[in-house]
């Protein structure tokens, strides 16, 4: 069996986050884990974080942590590029899975979208659109249909994310499920993701697995 890790952030672009390439590395090979999908913070908060001077330019610098962590787990973890994508309309979280440079390029003034614009983007594009942590308190209930999935384990110690409700949400309304560590620190643990039989090795294969079912839920 082979473990994928479906939420982690690094400090080079998400300034909330203490783990640098190495510690991440490190971590989740020592846990046993295959594949890692870095979901670094997509937002107008990040934006003014880096410093950038044009959309191409952030986007050169939010792809410097995804090639880091690639070049350094080389021949360890297989490394995917996601997101954890926020729009400007609320405080509301959402990974997206299947993203390559060419479709973030594109993607100029998506922090004025909302779910259900970005749902019709994501169908056309064959992307997952998942929100993260659905019922922490500061988030705010969104409509199913607008959604893919929801995360139904976050591993976040120092949130209450409700995680049962999460995933009675999801059962309520056939939603695909998630689990990720939500990965900001080097003494959190790597408690989370999915479990499959084969080995997860690009995007079309997570897309494939999560859209199939054919996998188990790690939440410890």
Not at 32 to 52: D, I, R
């Amino acid at each position: 069996m082979f473990k994928t890790e479906l939420h982690c952030h690094s400090c080079d672009v998400s300034a909330c986050a203490r783990v640098d390439v190495n510690t991440i590395v490190n971590k989740f090979v020592d846990a046993g884990y295959s594949t890692l999908v870095l979901c670094n913070h997509f937002n107008s908060a990040t934006y003014e974080h880096l410093k950038s001077t044009d959309w191409n330019d952030w986007i050169d610098k939010f792809l410097l942590g995804y090639t880091k962590l690639k070049e350094c787990a080389s021949g360890k973890l297989n490394i995917l590029l996601g997101m954890e994508l926020r729009f400007n309309e609320n405080n509301n979280d959402y990974l997206v899975f299947g993203i390559d440079e060419e479709f973030l390029r594109s993607q100029e003034g998506i922090f004025a979208s909302n779910p259900w614009k970005f749902h019709e983007v994501a169908k056309e594009k064959g992307l997952l659109f998942i929100q993260a942590h659905p019922f922490r308190s500061d988030m705010t209930v969104v409509d199913p249909r607008a959604l893919d999935g929801v995360e139904v384990f976050n591993g976040h110690k120092g949130h209450d994310s409700r995680n049962d409700i999460a995933n009675m949400w999801a059962d309520k309304f056939g939603l695909i499920k998630t689990s990720g560590t939500d990965f900001h620190y080097d003494y959190a643990p790597a408690n989370a993701g999915i479990m499959t039989e084969n080995e997860i090795t690009s995007l079309d294969e997570l897309i494939e697995v999560l859209r199939s079912g054919r996998y188990t839920l790690i939440r410890e």
